[in-house]
């Protein structure tokens, strides 16, 4: 049976990126990895993973914990075909993707619970040291967001 194995990273929305940037590395120590401009997406690490936490900013008119990309993300054991086995699985009990996505770096699909928390379930695709440096070159969102097909049988 398909099985979380940990929390993988959050991801926080947040006024001012920036001023995340300059807490999260100067006041926690954590490293930058990469900053997307056109994304305003700031992305750190404690050192071993592409990231641990993420930070967004959210539209000046939308609620600070619930827009955009927030969220937590939980790792999953097994690959592709596990995460597909888990979105039929949520999806047979009623719940509704919002998206899936192939992040290079990992493969995932986003959901809301029932207080409209979103969860990211994923898969490593790459080995985080690898991806940490994949993180670290891309240049926009389209780097590292990419359709993924869930609803396709496995192949």
């Not at 990231?51 to 690959?79: M, Q, W």
């Not at 990992?106 to 898969?123: A, M």
């Amino acid at each position: 049976m398909a099985q979380i194995k940990q929390v993988g990273h959050v991801v926080l929305g947040v006024r001012d990126p920036q001023k995340s940037i300059n807490f999260y590395t100067e006041t926690l120590g954590m490293e930058l990895v990469k900053f997307l401009e056109d994304m305003q997406m700031a992305f750190f690490s404690f050192g071993e993973r592409d990231h641990d936490l993420a930070v967004i900013k959210v539209p000046d008119d939308a609620p600070v914990g619930s827009a955009g990309l927030a969220h937590t993300a939980f790792e999953i054991n097994g690959g592709e075909d596990v995460l597909r086995e888990l979105y039929d699985g949520l999806k047979a009990k009623g719940v509704t993707a919002e998206m899936t996505a192939d992040h290079v770096l990992t493969k995932s699909f986003y959901f809301l619970d029932p207080d409209g928390n979103r969860i990211e379930l994923f898969t490593q695709s790459i080995p985080a040291a690898e991806g940490k440096s994949y993180l670290a070159n891309v240049n926009a969102m389209d780097d590292v967001m990419r359709p993924l097909d869930l609803e396709a049988a496995a192949t």
